[in-house]
């Protein structure tokens, strides 16, 4: 897996590049946003290790004077859904886990809670980034941060370059790291007699490769393994998975991962019905081996059964790097696309969209009315032609709430499959805000009909609009640019920079967030080039910083 390291010059001039948040950096070597050591002995003191994570000069100690020591920050960051709050930790003590807690501009003096942090083995050798997620927090503007590094724990943690953004600037994305496929091996064992690389039984769009790994069908232990190793090693990072893809047609339930000989347990995998006619690719989150070096993969990919099963594509990363369904992002509902829809009330209906902002702009919107016959008003939206989910998908819908409806609640295909629950954040008070929620649940269902309440049984009138289904949301590009850089897609779908670049890395992603090339450009121009017009997403680093632009040819 490629790394790319960045000096604190460069990730001061890459945090000022990035737009959509007041102040993105709280606390680094040039950036001091206030800061407050409860204890006598907390302060800023020298960095007691520089390594490729952090080599600031100075950085925040925790004092010693008790358990729950705090460090206070003091930003003023509008927090938007996708953000993470990003530190870094060199805890050479080995306590933990450190605690985060947050206050609203709106809220003075009320903890909000932000999450507890375990922190990784590695970071009592050196700095390791650690974050969590800020999507309970979306909408509210954080001024005070309360970060207990330590937990209940009376000794001294060192934190440093601490910010706020969709994705780690230390450890930014890279090609995935595969560990089987048609061109990479990395050594592979079957247990069974019969296991071994065969034909593989059916090419379709999610594996077409020639080759794949059978299970076996010879089971002399319960669960029947095939282990890989990974070569080189693999060491994963925050937000890694290791990725999968099944083909299964006798049906076996499911799967489960071990690193290492069993010392790191990677997770279980049911699989979807759909696997057996074709295949399905799977993941499993890598959060908990953040730091461990992987050395062998261990799939049982049969849950304890004697049923052979086909594997391939076998990968670090953090994304798929798989074709999404050829459909890409499907919407139900838009100002183009309409899918049929019913009202439950009788004033509910089309309107002209209330408030124009950046998360909606359509000219018109649906409004679920207020004359309430039943509780849990509904719309119906019927997606045109069905939809069937696949890993990773999502439903995503976008709302306008200026009376303060507590909450969502989607169904589909007349309740026979149940959505989920949302709860509207304050933000949409004022103005759009999209929400989401997982197809987990779904995946391999098709669906017929959506049925969404959008006011939680309620007579309070709701506006919606942009409902689709993707794997990532198409509203949440961050527009930048590097400093006198300049970068477009020409008509024969070469990336283009206008000026010549030295090193600088190129990701091209198509809209749905899907992973279409990643090169080096020496040069003016990519290598690769797209064959298909439409949108893409174009991000670049270089020592200039990192630009992120949606472009299309």
């Known amino acids: ?33 206030g800061i407050f050591f409860q204890g006598t002995d907390g302060a800023e003191v020298a960095n007691p290790i520089s390594d490729s994570v952090n080599s600031s000069s100075t950085c925040a100690m925790s004092s010693t004077d008790g358990n729950w020591q705090q460090i206070q920050f003091f930003p003023n960051i509008s927090v938007s859904t996708g953000d993470k709050f990003y530190f870094s930790v060199y805890n050479p003590n080995n306590v933990g886990p450190g605690q985060i807690q947050f206050e609203y501009a709106s809220a003075p003096g009320v903890w909000q809670y932000g ?3 375990s922190y990784d083995s590695n970071a009592a050798n050196g700095w390791i980034e650690h974050n969590v997620n800020l999507n309970s927090h979306a909408g509210e503007v954080i001024n005070k941060i309360i970060f207990m590094p330590a937990g209940n724990n009376s000794s001294s943690v060192y934190v440093d370059n601490i910010y706020v953004h969709t994705e780690s600037i230390i450890n930014p994305p890279s090609g995935p790291t595969y560990v089987y496929n048609d061109n990479v091996s990395s050594g592979i064992f079957f247990e069974s007699t019969n296991g071994g690389e065969v034909a593989n039984p059916v090419s379709d769009d999610v594996n077409s490769s020639a080759n794949c790994a059978f299970s076996g069908t010879d089971n002399p232990f319960p669960w029947l ?3 890989f190793f990974p070569t080189p090693s693999y060491t994963p990072v925050s937000g890694d998975k290791l990725f999968f893809s099944v083909y299964n047609p006798n049906a076996s339930p499911g799967a489960q991962i071990q690193f290492n000989s069993g010392a790191f347990f990677g997770g279980n995998v049911t699989y979807d019905a759909t696997n057996t006619t074709g295949w399905v690719e799977y993941s499993i989150d890598l959060d908990d081996e953040i730091g461990n070096e992987i050395t062998q993969v261990v799939i049982f990919p049969t849950e304890g059964t004697s049923i052979g099963v086909y594997l391939d594509n076998i990968y670090f990363h953090n994304e798929s ?5 050829s459909s890409g992002t499907t919407y139900v509902y838009n100002e ?6 019913f009202f439950e009330s009788t004033n509910g209906g089309e309107v002209a969209n209330p408030v124009s902002d950046a998360v909606n702009s359509s000219a018109n919107c649906a409004f679920s009315g207020t004359d309430n016959p039943f509780p849990w008003l509904e719309l119906q939206f019927f997606p045109t032609p069905a939809y069937t989910p696949v890993a990773g998908d999502k439903l995503f819908f976008s709302i306008y709430n200026p009376n303060s409806s507590p909450g969502a609640q989607i ?12 709860t509207y954040d304050a933000n949409n008070t004022t103005g759009w805000v999209e929400y989401s929620i997982d197809l987990d649940d779904e995946i391999g269902s098709q669906i017929t009909q959506i049925i969404l309440y959008p006011t939680e049984g309620t007579n309070i009138g709701v506006y919606i609009d942009n409902i689709y289904f993707s794997n990532s949301s198409v509203l949440s590009v961050e527009n930048s640019a590097f400093v006198e850089e300049g970068i477009f897609i020409n008509q024969e779908g070469v990336v283009n920079f206008e000026r010549s670049q030295n090193g600088t890395e190129l990701y091209v992603f198509d809209i749905t967030g899907r992973l279409i090339f990643n090169e080096v450009i020496n040069g003016k121009t990519s290598e690769n080039t797209l064959n298909k017009r439409g949108i893409y997403i174009v991000k670049a680093a270089n020592e200039h910083g990192i630009t992120t632009k949606k472009l299309g040819f």
């Open 1 to 33: 897996m490629k790394t790319i390291t960045f000096n604190l010059m460069v990730l001061a001039v890459m945090l000022l590049s990035f737009s959509g948040q007041s102040q993105t950096y709280v606390y680094d070597d040039n950036v001091n946003s």
């Open 115 to 117: 999450g507890d942090v």
């Open 225 to 227: 393994e095939i282990q």
């Open 321 to 325: 790097v798989l074709s999404p369904p």
């Open 336 to 341: 183009d696309v309409s899918s049929g829809i």
């Open 411 to 422: 169904q589909f295909n007349s309740g026979a499959f149940f959505g989920g629950n949302v």
